[in-house]
C-alpha cells in the first residue's frame, strides 16, 4: 500500500502577549459529537502535479474558503496514526473564523442506506491558544504544536 502524503497549514496569530492557533473541526457524522481531540489543522492530499507548500495554499482555499497571504514557514512533517504523512508549514495570519466557507464531500449516510448527504469538510473553526490548543487538537497532530513553539522561541 502507498503512503499518503499531504499538507497543510498552521495558522497562528498573536494576541497580546499570547499565540492563538487556528484549528478546524471536521464535518460529516463521524466527527459530528466529537470536539476535545477532534480539531485539526486544514490539510489534504498533495496531487502529482504540485509541491507541498501549492498543496497547502489550495487545502487552505479548500477547506476555510481562505487565501495565504505571503510566505509561509516550513514547520515540521509527521506521520498521523493512520499512517499518512503530513507536511506541514507556518503562516502567521489572521482569519475571520465567522467567515470560513469549506468544500463539501458526498458519503452514503445513513450506511449501506443507499443514500447520499453532502456534508462540510470543515464544519467550524476557532482560535485557540496555544497553551490550551493540546487538548484540543487531534493527538497525531500534537507534534505540531511543539514545532511551532520551537519556531516562536527562535524567533524571540
Do not use: C
Given at each position: 500500500m502507498m503512503v499518503?502524503?499531504?499538507?497543510?497549514?498552521?495558522?497562528?496569530?498573536r494576541?497580546?502577549?499570547?499565540?492563538?492557533?487556528?484549528?478546524a473541526h471536521p464535518g460529516g457524522p463521524y466527527w459530528r459529537n466529537k470536539d476535545m481531540g477532534a480539531w485539526q489543522i486544514p490539510k489534504g492530499v498533495i496531487w502529482p502535479d504540485e509541491d507541498a507548500a501549492t498543496a497547502a495554499r489550495r487545502e487552505a482555499m479548500e477547506e476555510l474558503g481562505v487565501a495565504v497571504e505571503g510566505d509561509m514557514q516550513p514547520l515540521v512533517q509527521i506521520r498521523q496514526a493512520g499512517g499518512k504523512i503530513v507536511e506541514v508549514f507556518a503562516r502567521e495570519q489572521s482569519i475571520d473564523p465567522a467567515k470560513?466557507?469549506?468544500?463539501?464531500?458526498?458519503l452514503e449516510w445513513p450506511?449501506?442506506?443507499?443514500?447520499?448527504q453532502s456534508f462540510p469538510e470543515i464544519d467550524s473553526a476557532r482560535w485557540i491558544?496555544?497553551?490550551?490548543?493540546?487538548?484540543?487538537?487531534?493527538a497525531s497532530q500534537r507534534p505540531l504544536l511543539a514545532a511551532l513553539r520551537i519556531l516562536l522561541a527562535k524567533a524571540g
Amino acid at each position: 500500500m502507498m503512503v499518503q502524503h499531504s499538507a497543510g497549514i498552521l495558522f497562528y496569530r498573536r494576541a497580546g502577549s499570547s499565540v492563538e492557533v487556528l484549528l478546524a473541526h471536521p464535518g460529516g457524522p463521524y466527527w459530528r459529537n466529537k470536539d476535545m481531540g477532534a480539531w485539526q489543522i486544514p490539510k489534504g492530499v498533495i496531487w502529482p502535479d504540485e509541491d507541498a507548500a501549492t498543496a497547502a495554499r489550495r487545502e487552505a482555499m479548500e477547506e476555510l474558503g481562505v487565501a495565504v497571504e505571503g510566505d509561509m514557514q516550513p514547520l515540521v512533517q509527521i506521520r498521523q496514526a493512520g499512517g499518512k504523512i503530513v507536511e506541514v508549514f507556518a503562516r502567521e495570519q489572521s482569519i475571520d473564523p465567522a467567515k470560513i466557507i469549506s468544500n463539501r464531500f458526498k458519503l452514503e449516510w445513513p450506511p449501506r442506506s443507499g443514500m447520499f448527504q453532502s456534508f462540510p469538510e470543515i464544519d467550524s473553526a476557532r482560535w485557540i491558544p496555544l497553551a490550551e490548543a493540546d487538548d484540543a487538537i487531534l493527538a497525531s497532530q500534537r507534534p505540531l504544536l511543539a514545532a511551532l513553539r520551537i519556531l516562536l522561541a527562535k524567533a524571540g
